[in-house]
């Protein structure tokens, strides 16, 4: 999209991640977006003025006290000039400033006298992201209506590995995308959780227990969703697709691993999941590989039921997502097995498709689903997996207009958001199902 006609005023607060600011700066001058920058002291320390004013063709500013600036009262100007104020990175310390109202610098001034919206990247040590001091002035922010985008998960330039990383710059101008433009981004402000690829239980170290899932479905999916304006949380197993652009990921292995990062992902607006999750798991994987036996016998391996992850976030509670979306990977009596599977589990829809060898759609590059509703069953006729997608993307804005936008929560906050129509007619499904079953199958998208 363009953004010819926008103006950001990006701030940069100190910290190792600012150096993505200058990619930040570029994404956005390519879109044709005007970009002012406000250079904190701390994140002088990390990039120079002039880096930003070449990438942004504007002048840098810095100094509260600039007696040229201020005699035009330029702290004010500042803020109200842009269309959006966008914080990148927002380190530990300007949040806590952003929170309790300070205004000693530039920096904190601004956001303080602004009147226009203000999106936050947050970029820090793990522990620090983690204190309740952050949570709850991240929590405070948001609930005055500061937007968030991030952070994410992975190794950091001290050594640990966790949430704090500061997002992406492709999903940081996703998440500007979507405040500028909202009419064109029908999903801007909601969280969607997307499942993605097969799982890999282990048998020792050297082998496992997989299936033939490339991802391709799944990763589809959380690109639609977030083309449409969606933040996207992709919690996928081992794939060899490309990341989808804007979107955070969760890479995990295990089924066990999977539930864990989907709750940790939670709250939720929306949940597809769409990996294929292993039914089974070895009881007792070794940490030596199995060798053969001078007899040549198979050793004798113990199985037992993986969690069933679908079921479990779909069951009825303050943490469900308003719209739980399922898979289910069929080789015979598609529509059946569907039907019942949306009932048993609990979700909303249900998205089937036909994976016998046959149809060449398990690994493959077309899809051919069943969408499965309260409402009835839909045929959608064979597709490529994106355009699948993008169908299955324009559904859930469409279903998601009749629910209020309940506003952003960041990690760590569980102010529960007023109950949707989606989660009572899933309370009511659940019912009629039998209720939640213990662990099984857990057959999903290829």
Known sequence: MTLSTKHVLLIIA?????FKSLELIRLLRARGCAVTCVLTK????????????????????????????ESEM????????????????????LLAKMAGGHADD??????LATDKPVLAAPAMNVRMWLHPATQANVATLAKRGVHFVGPDEGAMACHEYGPG??????????????LLDPGRRPLAGRHALVTSGP?????????????RSSGRQGHAIAAALAELGARVTLVSGPVAMPDPPGVAIRRIETAAEMLAACQNALPADIAVFAAAVADWRVANATDRKIKKTPDGSAPGLSLVANPDILATLARPGPERPGLVIGFAAETNDVAE?????RLRKGCDWIVANDVSPETGIMGGVENAVLLVTAGGIETWPRLAKEEVAKRLAARIAEALQETPHPGPLPQGEREKKSPLPLRARAAEQTEVGGGVRPPGSENTAP
């Open 337 to 341: 097995n569907a039907t019942a599977k």
């Open 14 to 18: 100190g910290g190792i991640a600012a």
């Open 42 to 69: 701390a994140g002088a320390e990390f990039v120079t003025p002039l880096s930003l004013q070449a990438l942004s063709e504007n002048r840098v500013y810095a100094d509260l006290f600039s007696l040229t600036d």
């Open 106 to 111: 530039l920096a904190s001034t601004v956001l």
């Open 165 to 178: 990383r500061l997002s992406e710059p492709p999903m940081i101008l996703a998440a500007i995308e979507a």
């Open 199 to 211: 799982t890999h239980e282990p048998i020792d170290p050297v082998r496992y227990i997989a299936n």
């Open 74 to 93: 330029g702290h004010i100007q500042l803020s109200r000039s842009a269309d959006l104020v966008v914080v990148a990175p927002a380190s530990a310390d």
